[in-house]
């Protein structure tokens, strides 16, 4: 599959240009941010969380117009939008009674941007007083974990920063002794829980070490991007009306009737085999996900997810990090960072219900935390870094040449991406030209030579 580089600068400036577009309506700030935190992801090699991925310019496109027809619903706000509801136009924060706590409501926005504009006051408040925390509810997706934590670090701070998610992981339920009863112990078990993912940067002499980490399997967007993949291959659409359509001409079927039926072949062949029923050839290229990465409603493998539909929302998951087997501990801490943001105003109930037809019936806000904490408390900073330096060293010691620090391959392929452009595959380019042409503006990134 062929790619391209393009500059860092370009793609931002291209994608701030579509977020602000009248049939968007982010403004210049918003715009900004967002298309900040995109394109930090794609420098760090992340291009699931990029311009082009699961959550970039395309989902946040459909995010902010797939609900103008349902009055008072809107799972992502514009500032326009917003005053059209006689509200505040912008997020709001409010005063607490501690001095290093800070309470928000997001209102909606962008949750890049407000999380961006928060950490100003984050950073200042833990230089002051030597902690500081900001608990954002009433939020939406806000990329990389990672990337905020970092540029808290780099203030000489240690940070946290968490996130909750739509529902994408089930309960933890533990092994039986009979067999047979393993394989089908997630019968009828409710998802719960989303991929919330937690980030972890500290700063030492010498750099920063960082880890952002889903508490599932693995995050839940590399799948969305193969479905929505899959549904381009297949020419699956999605009306007004939300519901999707597999096949073609007289062969045209409801896609939610045969989606989970389909998704459970794990040979590309045999699927081809069982769609020639609605209408296609063989020449079909389909992509599966990795093998144990989503899980069907009990327990058994999915491999060919066809759309980003009710059904993948509805039956497919994520097991909890450490497997279906050994999960507890990552189903523990998943907890922990969901009652974490419950304490901060987040949503104590499932934030994505469907209705019968698979059309949201939440508007599937989400919450999040910001932790910067002060490294000097017990040495000067400078002795504070050498120590940690030192610790870093020895860790480097006992390990060989095929070892990295947490957060180290992508420091590395975040240089090498700036100095060489960053890759981009031509499927993520032709879903910018494809919002381009939606939006009836020019496509004018140029690629580097």
């Not at 992502?76 to 912008?90: F, H, I, R, S, V």
């Not at 000489?156 to 739509?166: G, I, M, N, R």
């Not at 499932?350 to 408390?377: C, F, M, N, Q, W």
């Amino acid at each position: 599959m062929g790619q391209n580089r393009f500059r860092a600068e370009d793609l931002m400036e291209f994608a701030k240009h579509i977020l602000v577009h009248p049939r968007i309506g982010f403004t210049e700030k918003q715009a900004h941010a967002a298309s900040t935190i995109l394109v930090e992801a794609d420098l760090r090699g992340d291009s699931d969380h990029g311009v082009a991925g699961a959550s970039g310019i395309y989902d946040i496109y459909l995010k902010v117009n797939e609900d103008a027809a349902v009055p008072g619903f809107k799972r992502l706000c514009t500032p326009g939008y917003l005053q059209q509801q006689g509200e505040k136009a912008d997020f709001s924060v409010e005063d607490t009674r501690y001095p290093t706590i800070i309470h928000v409501d997001a209102r909606g926005l962008l949750g890049a941007y407000v999380t961006l504009e928060l950490i100003p006051e984050v950073i200042s408040r833990a230089k002051r007083f030597g902690y500081a925390k900001a608990y954002i509810r009433n939020s939406t997706h806000f990329g990389d974990c990672g990337i905020y934590t970092e540029m808290i670090a780099e203030k000489d701070l240690a940070a946290k920063v968490t996130s909750t998610s739509p529902a994408w992981t089930k309960p933890f339920v533990e092994l039986q002794r009979d067999e047979k009863k393993n394989a089908r112990r997630y019968s009828g078990v409710e998802k719960r829980f989303g991929t919330n993912p937690i980030a972890w940067s500290i700063p030492f002499d010498k750099g920063i070490v960082t880890i952002d980490i889903a508490v599932t399997q693995r995050a839940v967007s590399p799948a969305i991007d193969v479905a929505r993949s899959n549904a381009a291959a297949l020419g699956i659409t999605q009306p007004i009306d939300g519901q999707f359509f597999i096949g073609k001409g007289k062969h045209k079927t409801p896609l939610r009737k045969v989606h989970l039926g389909l998704s459970r072949i794990d040979n590309e062949q045999e699927l081809k085999k069982a769609i020639a029923a609605f209408g296609y050839d063989n020449s079909i290229g389909l992509t599966p996900v990795e093998k144990g990465f989503l899980k069907g409603p009990d327990g058994e493998d999915i491999y060919y997810p066809l759309a980003f539909d009710d059904v993948f929302k509805e039956n497919f998951w994520i097991a909890p990090l450490g497997g279906t087997y050994f999960g507890y501990k990552g189903f523990g801490l998943n907890m922990l960072i969901e009652l974490d943001n419950v304490v901060g105003g987040g949503n104590p109930e499932l934030i994505r219900r469907l209705d019968s037809e698979g059309r949201p019936k939440t508007p599937e806000r989400v919450s999040h935390t910001i932790e910067a904490y002060a490294i000097d408390g017990l040495y000067c900073l400078k002795e504070a870094k050498e120590r940690l330096g030192r610790a870093v060293r020895v860790t480097r010691e006992c390990g060989n040449k095929l070892m990295f620090l947490p957060g180290e391959k992508e420091q590395i392929k975040r240089q090498e991406n700036l100095k060489k452009g960053i890759p981009m595959r031509s499927e993520q380019i032709g879903k910018l030209k494809q919002i381009a042409e939606m939006l009836d503006v020019p496509f004018d990134l140029k690629p580097l030579g």
